[in-house]
């Protein structure tokens, strides 16, 4: 609890309420309510120093507690240097005290970086991917699992000097709690050339956040605010002289009036007799002429004791350790106490009784600044070198602001080579947080104290972290220029070879995420020839994974086997080189020979389990989830994959692996579920600020939109993926492939879906190592069926050539292609022979019957009129399964096909699907299987009756069983009686 201490005989107090804010206040008040029901969002409070911003947020905690709603506090601090996520640590600590065990099991995927943040909460190893988006991201679920019953209140105060990650934080607060039950409100100082206000313009411009800006108090205010301090009532009036004089040097900041108020009361030119105030004759020239003022009349009046006191907290800042400013004054702890309570009842500090004792701090940043201005440069250097040596006798270890305040000490106390020693141990620090933009600033200053105090083995240091971080920054220019200055640094120095290597390593890894391949490769050959010199294989392995990854993205792909077996090889001792050399040697492999690949990829998931590296585990889980799906259809590990990136907080990865859980639904045909997982791709993507992900996943959302007939929808989607996607020619090229073209193969418009294919090729011959998307098959089948021999026989040899054909799936669809020019050949029993072995490998690929039936139904129109195989069967099972879809054209196509051979044509589906099995994705088909299962006829007495094959009905009771979350035929058949489906069978 906050209490103000007074001094005897003083009479002027505190203003006892909020003046002046009532519409301020009334709109923060209506903003709590709008917390209860999710539509509160952000409130940036901005005014000048001493204009009542604290006083404003204090009455909005006090209202929001009296509400019992949670309410979360956390406040940046005026320091030489700023610590990274400091108040939102500090807002967090008690957001977790308030939060209950099924609230905590619903944050588990945000546990990892959330650690970061709240010790308690840290799990060993590091998260294997968190950033700065998935940092927030884990502070907004956390947000809202404290908001979810009662609501809450956050606020951050004085964001002006909040550091670039936490302002990222607040920034995606704002952006993303909106719909959440908490109420986040920031106060800052309108600074035109500060990070937070520039924040603020651009929250307030998008309609992330609302203004509310604090004005001074306007002559009226003041005035109230003046009788309420001095106690007298609203008709009484103020001393004739007093009035002019609080209204012209306050300036309208009711902090500077209360100061007025209470220094010229102490001073004794402000007088209470008889219950009537007055000023002495002496006023004018008595009465403090700014806020510095006040401030130096007050410390006089307290004494050395106490000056000493406020002089050596105001080195250690606006909030201060007692204890530290009671040794640097050289003063007992009790005395320190009493004295720091004197000081608060002449309302220089607060003070907070806790349960472990008082706490104190300034009472406002503009008083510790004040009580520093009083003292010469050479007392601050003294006063400074004292609270270094206090601060690292109390804390040896400087563990986090107090490094910061150490390293802001060591500057101000003339000491240019401990600060910069300091300031490079916080900086790295800020780096393994991932706090990349304050590890920036910070370490620029190192280097700029190091430089000048002429420690050029700090300097050179300080220069190599600054290197790491610009690089994983992605600003590859200023990472080039860091790291070449450091490079020349190195040079001149002896046994520096491991440091260069690490360099240019470091060089060549930002060049290829800028896709800058040439200097990447010069780098690497730089680090190489520095390596035959120097260290031994360790680095040679780093090296060679490094060229390898190189090689793969720039489409060399025998160079890229080449290095990463050579990196492999010499990659003892270094486990994670090996588990990335073997993933880079899989996705090679992947590209023509998938047994291959998956032994590789299952080699480096059993190194990273056995060496305890998650982020490896949980990459090459993903890449056999790829090859599972690619060769079988299954989905499992891809599933296993993504549970596991989840629960080692790996976000962004579990989104990529949504990504993938979208494509392969949709190639399954089960477009419902596709959309699903593209909709939570899409939108972990955008969270997590991945942009070629949330690219690929609209593509996934038109093929689903297609599927389902939606061209308004699948147009929309292709559109916002292809502006997404800007240079990525493999997401353009499946959009096309996946979507426009399917879309228009199922309305049997043959020269739109060939267009869309052709184009698809165009884009994707560009992508050496794109993905074997099912397009090509598409496209070989369709060419050789509307193309001339020569040129149909082109398309097919390309894509043997590709390696699509790893892929089961483009295998059988491939297969379809050589069988329809087979048989226009004339050659029918080899036309069989191969359409057979597609259509086997067709039909063993998991949830890939929607494809086999499409290209069933084009191989057909081709073996209707060169005279071979079954066609009959293929077309009316194509009819069967795309009945009661969307797809009425291509069931049309099926029946005029086979009565224009005087063939007859299935029954289409009879009946409507009741709602219940309609919601869970029943067709009308399916509905016509379950009623014959509620007869008890077998799988074969169905086919005839349906005119389809015992193994297409087998496959309705299998989805059926997976829809209806059944467990056997018995009960399928109790749920048709039920229904009464068996009252409306199809007929026989």
Request: proline share 4%.
């Given at each position: 609890m906050r ?8 009479a ?10 009532d519409r ?6 209506a ?10 969002g ?18 909005l905690l006090?209202?929001a ?14 320091t ?6 400091r ?7 008690s ?5 209950g ?8 995927p945000?546990?990892p970086a959330?650690?970061?943040?709240v010790p ?17 991201e884990?502070v ?5 699992a ?5 609501g ?17 934080v607040?920034e995606?607060?704002?952006?993303n709690?909106r ?12 600074d035109?050339g500060?990070?937070?206000?520039g ?8 309609g992330s ?5 604090l004005?001074p108090?306007p002559?009226?205010?003041?005035r109230?605010m003046?009788r309420?301090c ?21 300036e309208g900041?009711?902090?500077l ?5 209470s220094?010229?009361?102490?001073s004794?030119?402000?007088?209470r ?8 004759e ?10 510095a003022?006040?401030?130096r009349r ?16 105001a080195?250690l800042?606006a909030?201060?350790?007692w204890?530290i ?24 500090l607060?003070v ?6 008082p ?5 406002h ?9 009083t ?9 400074s ?38 300031l ?8 393994a947080?991932?706090a990349l933009s ?9 280097g700029v104290l ?9 300097g050179?240091l ?8 610009l ?5 590859t220019d200023?990472?080039f220029?860091?790291g070449?200055?450091v ?5 001149e ?6 440091r260069?290597?690490?360099v ?20 690497l050959?730089l ?11 360790a680095f040679?392995?780093?090296?060679d ?12 792909l ?15 001792g ?20 998938m047994?291959a690949a ?5 080699e ?5 389990e056995?060496?305890?590296l998650?982020?490896?585990?949980i ?5 056999l989830?790829t ?9 499992d590990?891809?599933r296993?994959a993504?549970?596991?990136?989840v ?6 990865t ?9 494509g ?9 579920l ?17 942009r070629?992900a ?6 996934y ?7 389902e007939?939606?061209?308004?929808e699948m147009a ?11 240079d ?49 098959g598409?496209?070989a ?22 390696g699509?054909v790893?892929?089961p799936?483009n ?10 020019a ?9 036309a ?5 072995t ?11 019957d ?9 191989v ?16 009316r099972?194509?009819a ?6 969307p ?8 029946q ?6 005087g ?10 699907v ?10 009308e ?17 169905i086919?005839?009756r ?10 309705h ?32």
């Open positions: 209490v103000r201490r007074d001094t005897p005989g003083m002027v107090g505190l203003c006892p309420v909020l003046v002046g804010r301020e206040r009334e709109d923060l008040q903003a709590l309510r709008a917390a209860r029901t999710g539509t509160a952000t409130h940036l409070i901005s005014g000048v120093a001493g204009v009542g911003k604290s006083r404003l947020v204090a009455s006090a209202d507690a009296a509400d019992g709603m949670a309410t979360l506090r956390g406040r940046a601090v005026q030489g240097r700023r610590e990274a996520f108040p939102i640590t500090e807002a967090l600590m957001a977790l005290r308030s939060v065990s099924a609230e905590l099991d619903g944050l588990r945000y546990r959330i650690g970061w943040l308690e909460w840290a799990e060993g190893t590091s998260p294997p991917d968190v950033s700065l988006v998935v940092l927030a884990g907004t679920r956390l947000l809202a404290v908001a979810r019953e009662r809450a209140l956050v606020v951050f105060e004085d964001v002006h000097w909040a550091d670039p990650e936490t302002l990222g607040l995606y607060l704002a952006d709690l719909s959440e039950r908490v109420l986040c409100v920031a106060t800052l100082r309108p035109p500060s990070e937070a206000y924040l603020a313009r651009r929250l307030a411009a998008r956040a609302t203004q509310v800006r004005s108090l002559a009226s205010d003041v109230r003046a309420l001095l106690g007298v009532g609203e008709s009484d009036d103020l001393p004739p002289a007093l009035e002019p004089l609080v209204l012209a040097r306050a900041l009711p902090l009036v209360e100061d007025l108020l220094t010229s009361s102490e004794g030119v402000l007088l007799e008889g219950g009537v105030w007055r000023l002495a002496r006023a004018s020239r008595v009465i403090p002429s700014d806020f003022d006040t401030v007050r410390l006089e009046l307290l004494g050395d004791p106490a000056r000493g006191l406020l002089e050596a907290a080195a800042g909030g201060f350790d204890r400013a009671a040794e640097v004054a050289g003063q007992p702890a009790a005395t320190a106490v009493a004295e720091l309570r004197r000081a608060a009842g002449v309302h220089l607060w907070d009784e806790g349960e472990d004792g706490s104190f701090r300034f009472h940043s503009l008083t510790r600044d004040a009580v520093w201005s003292l010469l440069a050479s007392d601050r250097a003294r006063i070198a004292g609270a270094y040596d206090a601060v690292l006798a109390r804390y040896p270890d400087l563990p986090g602001e107090w490094c910061e305040l150490a390293a802001s000490l060591s500057e101000r106390a003339g000491r240019p080579q401990q600060a910069a020693s300091l490079l141990r916080s900086g790295r620090r800020a780096l947080r991932g304050t590890a920036e600033q910070v370490l620029e200053r190192a190091a430089d000048g105090c002429g420690d050029h083995a700090t050179t300080t220069g190599e972290a600054l290197t790491e971080v690089a994983l920054a992605g600003k200023q990472a220029r860091v070449e200055g490079l020349a640094r190195l040079d120095m002896p046994d520096s070879t491991a260069r290597i690490a240019r390593l470091c060089l060549a890894r930002t060049a290829i995420g800028a896709m800058r391949w040439e200097e990447a490769g010069d780098q050959d680090a190489r020839t520095l390596g035959r010199s120097g260290p031994g294989t040679a392995a780093r090296i994974v490094m060229a390898a990854r190189l090689a793969l993205e720039e489409g060399r025998d160079d890229a086997t080449a290095l990463g077996r050579t990196a492999l090889a010499h990659a003892a270094a486990p994670e080189v090996a588990c990335e050399a073997l993933i880079i040697l899989g996705r090679r492999e992947r590209l023509h020979d047994a998956a032994r590789s990829f299952a480096a998931y059993g190194l990273a056995g060496r305890a998650p982020y490896w585990s990459q090459a889980l993903h890449e989830g090859v599972e799906t690619l060769t079988t259809g299954s989905l590990r891809f296993q993504r549970d596991l990136a629960a080692s907080g790996a976000l962004a579990a989104a990529i692996l949504e990504v993938q859980l979208a392969a639904h949709q190639v399954r045909f089960e477009p419902e596709g959309l699903a997982a593209a909709t939570r791709a899409i939108e972990g993507a955008r969270r997590f600020r991945l070629g949330q690219a690929m996943a609209t593509v959302a038109a093929g689903c939109y297609a599927l007939g939606r061209s308004t929309a989607a292709l559109a916002e993926a292809e502006a997404l996607a800007g990525d020619g493999a997401a353009v090229a499946m959009g096309l492939g996946h979507g426009r073209s399917l879309f228009h193969l199922l309305r049997e418009e043959r020269a739109a879906a060939l267009d869309a294919l052709e184009e698809a090729m165009v884009r994707i011959r560009r992508v050496p190592t794109g993905p074997p998307g099912i397009f090509r598409l496209w089948l369709v060419r050789t069926l509307d193309d001339d021999p020569e040129q149909a026989e082109q398309a097919r040899a390309e894509v043997r050539e590709s699509a790893a892929v799936i295998v059988g669809i491939l297969g379809f292609a050589d069988a329809a087979l048989g226009r050949g004339g050659d029918r029993a080899a069989e022979r191969v359409y057979a597609a259509d086997s490998a067709l039909a063993s690929w998991e949830g890939g929607g494809l086999r039936q499409l290209a069933r139904r084009l057909a129109e081709a073996a209707l009129r060169d005279g071979w195989g079954d066609p009959a069967v293929w077309l099972e194509a069967a399964f795309f009945s009661g879809t797809h009425h054209a291509v069931v049309v196509a099926c005029s096909l086979l009565r224009s051979a063939l007859s044509a299935p029954r289409l589906a009879v009946g409507d009741p709602a219940d099995l309609r919601a869970r994705g029943v067709t088909r399916e509905r016509d299987v379950l009623a014959l299962v509620g007869l008890r006829l077998s799988n074969k007495e086919a005839d349906l005119v389809l094959s015992p193994r297409t009905v087998e496959k009771v299998e989805h059926l069983l997976a829809k209806t979350g059944l467990d056997n035929r018995l009960a399928l058949a109790g749920l048709a009686v039920r229904l009464r489906l068996t009252e409306t069978p199809p007929p026989a």
